[in-house]
């Protein structure tokens, strides 16, 4: 073997006993949902070690998700300490652009996962396709309440790619296919935090309650925030019909309790399970979809007993965090 074959061989074999250090990044710390990503990306982990492939992961997010600097300056460190990839959800689809584009520049691979960026930096994209969520939360607020009636939609935050995309989806329905219903209000934001959407709403309600017969509220803490303000209000119980997104354990409570109609239900433990796996894979040096749509899944009091809609609401937490 000439020098030069050895040498290769010696970086291949360096290489393939090399640990792979992921940074996982999410938008924020404090919601439920990131629970079941960061449960996904142990599952990822812990098969890609039985498999004799050793992956480091790190998750580490700003606390908050309308903390655009902070995001920044976790994705500036993972760049420092030169980890292997990076898979995040930006909380701002133009604030992040830059820092991941530096990233991408110094051969650290990035992938996105549950949100976007307005940039095609990413190796992949994994996420419900959030438009389609939005527009089928549409048309089931709309059957619930019929072909005439009045609906507010309750958005999330400013620059959050996936949330904004699920609002264009709702309106664009429910305009379309619903003239018949009223928008009362579409303009308002609940923000990031559960308290922040609960004041939205009491505001919200104290003008509009008495004639609505129908909201969406298009993620998880906006979904908690006005379900508390309906039921303040006494408006909860079915008496306004309420489609919310994601499956916090508040809210599948209230979805049983007739509080909440319907839930749209993303998959978070899939996307950071394969946000893991596939950051691995283009490590690898494999080739990877540009784009993973992990689905969403209307769920409601009558289909919430079935197994595979069961299992999806209760990812296995305790079996991957401690
Ligand atoms: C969104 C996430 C967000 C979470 C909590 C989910 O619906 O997909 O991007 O972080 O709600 O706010």
Redesign the pocket.
Known sequence: MNSLALFLLAALTASAADTYTIAVI???TT?E??KAVQAGTVKAQRELAAAGVSVNVIYKGPLK?DDREQQVQVVENFIGRRVSAIVI?PLDANALIAPLATAVQGNIPVLTI??GVNSPLASCYIA?DNREGGRVAARTLAGLVGSHGRVLMLR?AVG?A??EEREEGFLEVMKKEFPGIKLVSTDQHGG?SRDNAYRTSQNLLNRFGRELDGVFA????TTAGLLLALRDAGLAGGKINFVG??SGAVELLALKAGDISALMV?D?FRMGYLGVKNAVAVLRGESVPKLIDTGVTVVTRENIDQPAIHDLVTPPLDQYLK
Not at 218 to 221: A, H, K
Request: glycine share 4%; aromatic share 12%; proline share 12%.
């Open positions: 999410p938008k924020g919601h949902y990131w998700e959800s549950d949100s419900t999330n959050s996936n949330t990031v298009c993620n998880q803490p997104f994601d993303q978070p």
